[in-house]
Each structure stands twice: as structure tokens, then as C-alpha cells.
């Protein structure tokens, strides 16, 4: 007799979404997608996802449950659709929140869901589309140690280290965190190669020794090697997610009392950079070095 399979939806099949859904059912789970797009659901089905129409019938005889959405308004607004099924269920159900949200709202989301028996996770992610499309991602978690527990195998099918943090709303506060430090890493980056060409020395010569010494971080190792210094700039996080990361992390920082001078003067560049929010945010760290590379002829 074949064993069940575990049940997962997933929400949300964008650049993220879908590449976790796809890995999730290589994995040996029954994942149900939904996304807005016929066109992403039409990729999920190709990988294996069973695609549907409606977002209800992800909610219906599912285990688990994976955000992928740009907002926390989103995030609470699919939750708040479908409380009457989550009532129903019968079941205890997961919801893990791969989205980078608002901590207090995760906090508001996982309270309300235990008062109806169900778990909820934040857990935002790094390491990008490939990451999501490898099973590698990096997840920071926040929740209770039953749900956690119970969410593991779908937890570790997508990722390749789980940190498990705090309780409700820690992972989202870990991810801004880290996506403040990688904004500020992207601008420092960038001005440290913009000034060593200034002084005539190569940017790459002067990228290579940053890499070799404490001057580097993931940003000048990875981002710029593989997505600025050639120009191809399609990391696949555009400038207006990490515009909202970054506001975020400014208004977590507000609300906390937590006084950030750097951080909000790199806050003010993201805010006030003329670099559109559809493209990549892989610019931001090329855009006064190239306005150097325009005026050498």
C-alpha cells in the first residue's frame, strides 16, 4: 500500500513561488499552486504542481501552505479570504510565510490562526530564484517550536539552513535586518570601486582584493562578480522590493526607538535613487560607477 503524500499549497508562483513549488513536488510532496497568472500556473503544471484557478481550492485538503506574496497586506488579505475554510478544515494546517512581512502583522496572523487551532510561520527567505529552483535557500524562522516541528520536512525541502530564531514575527525582523546590511553593502560596495577608479586603479583589480581581504561581504563576492561587474543585471530582486525592505526596516527602527544613522542615510539613497522599481536592484551598486565609466573617454 503506497503511502499518502504530504499535502502542500502554495500561494503566490512568481520568480520565488514557483521555483519553490516546483522543488517541493520533486521532492515527493502533493503541492497544489495558485497564482494570478495563467501563464506562471501553466509553469508550476510543467513541474509537476497541480495548478488551480481558484486560490479557495488551495485551502482545501492541503497540510501545509507556502506564501510567496509581495506584501504583508497581501499576506493578511488571503489569509482574512479564507478563514471559513481554515474554520472547516477539520485539520490542523500550517501556513509558512516565505514572504518578507511586516513582524507585528506576522505576530496578529499567527494569534488569530491559533485561536482556530492552525499554525503560522514567518519564514522570509534568501538565495534568490536559484536558491528557490535548488532547494537551497537560506529561511529565517519565527513561530512556536510544535509548528516548526511540524512544518521541518517541508522547511528542509526548500532550503538549505533553517534558523529557526524566535518566536512569531523574529524571522521577519532577522530578514530585514539582513536585507538593510545587503542595501548598505550594495551602496558601499559600489562607492569603494567608484573611488578606486577615481585614483586609476581597475575596478575589478580593486573588487578582487576586496574579496581577498575585510573588505568583503556576500554583496562584493557574489553580486557583484556574477551581476554588476558584467552588466547583466537580472539577480532576479528588483529596486522597488528592496525600496520596501528597506522602508520597512526604517519604520521597525522608528517604532523601536532604535537611533541608525548610516542605515537611515542609506535608507535616503534607496528612497531618492532615479532607478526605476522594475529594474534589478544589482544597479544600485553600478549606477555611480558606470556615471565614472561614462565620462572616461
Known sequence: MTAKRTR??????????????TTLAATGFE??????????????????????????????????????????KDVATVVEANLEALKAAGRRVVIIDTS????????????????????????????????????KLTMMIGGTDADVTLARPVLDAMSAKVLHVGESGAGNVAKLVNNLLAA????????????????????????????????????????????????????????GLMRKDVRLASELAARTGAEL???????????????????????MGAFRLTSIKANDN
Request: proline share 4%.
Open 261 to 283: 544613522p548610516l542605515s537611515s542615510a542609506v535608507a535616503k539613497l534607496w528612497a531618492e535613487s532615479p532607478l526605476d522599481n522594475a529594474e534589478d536592484f544589482t544597479r
Open 100 to 135: 518578507t512581512s511586516e513582524p507585528d502583522v506576522s505576530r496578529d496572523l499567527a494569534a488569530a490562526l491559533a485561536g482556530l487551532g492552525h499554525g503560522f510561520i514567518d519564514a522570509p527567505v534568501s538565495g534568490g530564484p536559484a536558491g528557490a529552483a535548488a532547494g
Open 184 to 239: 548598505a553593502h550594495m551602496v558601499t560596495t559600489g562607492e569603494g570601486l567608484k573611488l578606486a577608479l577615481a585614483a586609476g586603479l581597475d575596478a575589478e583589480e580593486a573588487l578582487k582584493v576586496l574579496n581577498a581581504a575585510s573588505g568583503k561581504s556576500m554583496i562584493s563576492e557574489v553580486h557583484f562578480p556574477t551581476w554588476v561587474m558584467n552588466d547583466r543585471f537580472d539577480s532576479g530582486f528588483t529596486m
Open 8 to 21: 502542500v499549497g502554495v500561494v503566490g508562483m512568481g520568480a520565488m513561488g514557483l521555483g519553490m513549488a
Open 31 to 72: 503541492v497544489k499552486g495558485f497564482d494570478l497568472s495563467e501563464a506562471r500556473r501553466g509553469l508550476a503544471a510543467l513541474g509537476g504542481v497541480s495548478s488551480v484557478a481558484a486560490l479557495s481550492d488551495v485551502f482545501f485538503d492541503t497540510d501545509f501552505i507556502v506564501f510567496s506574496l509581495p506584501t504583508a
